[in-house]
């Protein structure tokens, strides 16, 4: 089974500042990964994925993340914060193969930008 | 195109009443999903349906909640009887065939059981 694990329940920044949210992820086989973001009364809205090929991946936004397979993890960074980032932000892990295919979330991270 | 459309948005009831949420699929989309959001963690999966056929309803706890998707299109999930534990947000996602594919989200039904 996967499982995802998000370090900081909150994270706050500065506007202008670098954003950094951490996720490490555990699968048994390789895995697709996710990062969703996710504005107050809203659904969750895709920023970015990696399921194959290039591990720097770019999103929407401005955002990106770099897939590290020997530290099993999914890191997503922004270098410059912006006021509208403010949000929360879930990273997932859905496993390439076989017949379990859901997608599994963490817990979440919710971003502060701060004037 | 349009999105997942979800109703109703918000639901407040009392515990052991019953409760139904409606979600419409983009369209084209064979997959559908709804997930469990308790507030403070992530989204946890109910139920998938592939067209109108269950493909993983392991999380979904059988006694209460039930989920059909007839036609293979729009969707139900119905929780009866409600418990205090039930209230979180319910979201609908729906996505094409595939494990690449990305999953659309509704933007949810906020329930609280009273």
């Known amino acids: 089974a996967q499982s995802v694990t998000q370090l900081g329940s909150h994270v706050s920044v500065s506007e202008g500042a670098l954003v950094l949210l951490r996720c490490n992820y555990s699968?048994?086989?390789?895995?697709?990964l996710f990062w969703y973001v996710q504005y107050p009364n809203q659904g969750l809205q895709l920023l970015l994925k990696?399921?194959?090929?290039?591990?720097l991946v770019k999103g929407i936004n401005g955002f990106e993340a770099e897939f590290k397979k020997s530290e099993t993890s999914f890191h997503l960074t922004k270098p410059s914060a912006h006021m509208s980032d403010a949000a929360e932000y879930f990273c997932?892990?859905?496993?390439?193969?076989?017949?379990?295919?859901?997608?599994?979330f963490g817990s979440g991270t919710q971003l502060t930008v701060l004037p | 195109e349009a999105g997942v459309a979800q109703s109703p948005r918000y639901k407040i009831i009392e515990k052991r009443q019953s409760v139904a949420f409606w979600c419409n699929p983009i369209s084209g989309h064979a997959t559908l999903y709804w997930y469990q959001q308790i507030l403070g963690q992530g989204p946890k999966l109910l139920i998938q349906?592939?067209?109108?056929?269950?493909?993983?309803d392991s999380q979904l706890p059988k006694d209460r909640f039930s989920a059909e998707r007839l036609k293979g299109v729009d969707s139900t999930l119905k929780i009866q009887p409600a418990k205090l534990e039930d209230s979180a947000v319910y979201l609908c996602?729906?996505?094409?065939?595939?494990?690449?594919?990305?999953?659309?989200f509704g933007a949810g039904t906020r329930l609280s059981v009273l």
């Open positions: 996602a729906s996505s094409w065939t595939g494990a690449k594919n990305i999953q659309y």
């Open positions: 990696y399921t194959t090929g290039a591990t």
């Open positions: 997932a892990v859905r496993i390439s193969s076989g017949s379990a295919r859901q997608l599994t």
């Open positions: 349906f592939q067209n109108n056929g269950v493909v993983d």
């Open positions: 699968s048994s086989v390789p895995p697709y």
